[in-house]
């Protein structure tokens, strides 16, 4: 099966510090989501990467899929105390119908 | 408003009891899914199911049952047979097969005492 790797697990910033997750697959993809759980709350979809080598933005997000389509990451610039939560990503591999997800980085921003 | 209705928040439950979680949507959304939520686990893929009348398994199916008699209802039940069943069990939906973003309901957690 599909085995997906997020790193890091854990991170703790200062307000303001930059913050960066990253998502590998072992098979290439054929599209990948991001999800925000803020804690004690439910997972939101905040972006679909398909295209390969694919960046959007969205506000102080940055979301890029790799070229080879096995990996992609999120970048929070400038972080504020309303960023905290767990970032999962949700590779779908090819042939595969189902969402896998990450173990999910969590982050804390101190004020 | 449109959205996923899971119920109950909250349930308690004796070792040996079986118990269904409820999960109804009116997105008019073809797919459901159940997850299961421990710490440090991520998401873990229980059932789906894409059209009524049809589910499958996901990676963690053993000691867990559903049904899909109507496109809006997905209950999920967590039989005694199950050996771990403490855990956030969430409830999703997507308007197509295979594609498309995922729409959690809040969730239910689940406590065997």
């Known amino acids: 099966g599909q085995q997906v790797m997020q790193i890091p697990q854990y991170q703790h910033v200062q307000e303001g510090e930059d913050f960066t997750t990253y998502c590998n697959s072992s098979t290439t993809l054929s599209n990948i989501q991001w999800y925000k759980q803020r804690p004690g709350g439910h997972p939101v979809f905040l972006i679909q990467?398909?295209?390969?080598?694919e960046v959007k933005k969205q506000k102080r997000l940055t979301f890029q899929f790799g070229e080879a389509k096995k990996n992609s990451s999120l970048h929070i610039t400038a972080t504020q105390t309303t960023d905290v939560g767990t970032y999962f990503c949700a590779p779908r591999g090819s042939g595969y119908s189902t969402l896998t997800f990450g173990k999910g980085t969590m982050l804390l921003v101190s004020p | 408003d449109g959205g996923i209705t899971q119920s109950p928040k909250y349930l308690f439950r004796k070792e040996g009891q079986n118990v269904t979680l409820s999960c109804e949507q009116n997105l008019n959304h073809d797919a459901m899914y159940w997850y299961r939520q421990d710490p440090g686990q991520g998401l873990r893929l229980i059932y789906y199911s894409q059209i009524v009348n049809d589910f499958q398994k996901g990676d963690i199916a053993e000691g867990y049952s559903v049904s899909r008699e109507k496109k809006e209802s997905f209950p999920l039940t967590v039989t005694s047979a199950q050996k771990n069943p403490t855990a956030f069990y969430l409830c999703?939906?997507?308007?197509?097969?295979?594609?498309?973003?995922?729409?959690f309901g809040e969730g239910s957690r689940l406590t065997v005492l």
């Open positions: 999703a939906s997507s308007p197509q097969r295979n594609t498309g973003e995922l729409f």
């Open positions: 990467l398909v295209k390969s080598g």
